[in-house]
T-cell receptor
Framework: QKEVEQDPGPLSVPEGAIVSLNCTYSNSAFQYFMWYRQYSRKGPELLMYTYSSGNKEDGRFTAQVDKSSKYISLFIRDSQPSDSATYLCAMKSGAGSYQLTFGKGTKLSVIP | GAVVSQHPSRVICKSGTSVKIECRSLDFQATTMFWYRQFPKQSLMLMATSNEGSKATYEQGVEKDKFLINHASLTLSTLTVTSAHPEDSSFYIC?????????????FGQGTRLTVV
């Protein structure tokens, strides 16, 4: 079993839809969870960073962490064509460790 | 968020030559930098981790003599692909992490697309 599992998609939704992206993980040592957005041929851009179980909201984006189930989600409300990208979940253990473990990424297309 | 600048964004080189890629943290001190390689439609593959002033730690299967990493200062790390071959053609991305108030997030450069002909 891989440490981080993420459905690669592709996921195609109409403009305005709510998008749900998910990752599961097996390593209970992971404490920090991040979501990155990567446009084609660009470096990943940090979208959200969470530590605690629960929800964190930033504009149209909500990150959700359930440590008991080892499951994290990213919700995008009112999706826009500009949200079309690959979304990578990433996680790491304690604050002293900088190495991230990535999911494979989910390719999202928002259709106008 | 913090800014990481990677240069060049694209490079084409002849087989057998060496190519240097720079990764700079512009507004923070990067104690640790990471170098990744990404193949089309694949996730990021960690190549090596470098801490300022010490030798890089390479992941299994990554040739340290082929991919030379230097992290001479808290704001600059370089990756040199030596004697490049067509199979080294890929998208290389660096990331950097700082300390203290910056938080545990990693910030990425824009990536370098290397094509070896």
């Amino acid at each position: 079993q891989k440490e981080v599992e993420q459905d690669p998609g592709p996921l195609s939704v109409p403009e305005g839809a709510i998008v749900s992206l998910n990752c599961t993980y097996s390593n209970s040592a992971f404490q920090y969870f991040m979501w990155y957005r990567q446009y084609s041929r660009k470096g990943p851009e940090l979208l959200m960073y969470t530590y605690s179980s629960g929800n964190k909201e930033d504009g149209r984006f909500t990150a959700q962490v359930d440590k008991s189930s080892k499951y994290i989600s990213l919700f995008i409300r009112d999706s826009q064509p500009s949200d079309s990208a690959t979304y990578l979940c990433a996680m790491k253990s304690g604050a002293g460790s900088y190495q991230l473990t990535f999911g494979k990424g989910t390719k999202l297309s928002v259709i106008p | 968020g913090a800014v990481v600048s990677q240069h060049p964004s694209r490079v084409i080189c002849k087989s057998g030559t060496s190519v240097k890629i720079e990764c700079r943290s512009l507004d923070f001190q990067a104690t640790t930098m990471f170098w990744y390689r990404q193949f089309p439609k694949q996730s990021l593959m960690l190549m090596a981790t470098s801490n300022e002033g010490s030798k890089a730690t390479y992941e299994q299967g990554v040739e340290k003599d082929k991919f030379l990493i230097n992290h001479a200062s808290l704001t600059l790390s370089t990756l040199t692909v030596t004697s490049a071959h067509p199979e080294d053609s890929s998208f290389y991305i660096c990331s950097a992490s700082g300390t203290g108030a910056l938080g545990p997030e990693a910030f990425f450069g824009q990536g370098t697309r290397l094509t070896v002909v």
